[in-house]
């Protein structure tokens, strides 16, 4: 099992960046493809954007163009750097695998607020 944890979200205004951190417990990003995630209330989680072993990137169309995903295997980690935020961001995110169908234990996520 691998433990992931969310950081980075926060209150912002329309029109502003953040950039979030998904830290993992152990070495994985070589053999996972990793997938960024949210959840706004009432909605069901949805990908926004994926990476794979390869590096190769994906987007939903909601956020390209916005947003870029990117990791660094020695640090075990993944990123999501977001800009031009709006209101319709406003959701809890969330890192796991991606493209399989197969999760790990979801985390706590990271909260990000968008609103003025």
């Known amino acids: 099992q691998v433990q992931l944890v969310e950081s980075g979200g926060g209150l912002v205004q329309p029109g502003g960046s953040l950039r979030l951190s998904c830290a993992a417990s152990r070495s994985i990003l070589s053999f996972y493809d990793m997938g960024w995630y949210r959840q706004a209330p009432g909605k069901q989680r949805e990908l926004v954007a994926s990476?794979?072993?390869?590096?190769?990137?994906n987007y939903a169309d909601s956020v390209k163009g916005r947003f870029t995903i990117s990791k660094d295997n020695a640090k075990n980690t993944v990123y999501l750097q977001m800009n031009s935020l709006q209101p319709e961001d406003t959701a809890v995110y969330y890192c796991?695998?991606?493209?399989?169908?197969?999760?790990?234990?979801w985390g706590q996520g990271t909260q990000v607020t968008v609103s003025s």
């Open positions: 990476i794979t072993t390869a590096s190769r990137t």
């Open positions: 796991n695998r991606a493209r399989s169908g197969i999760f790990w234990d």
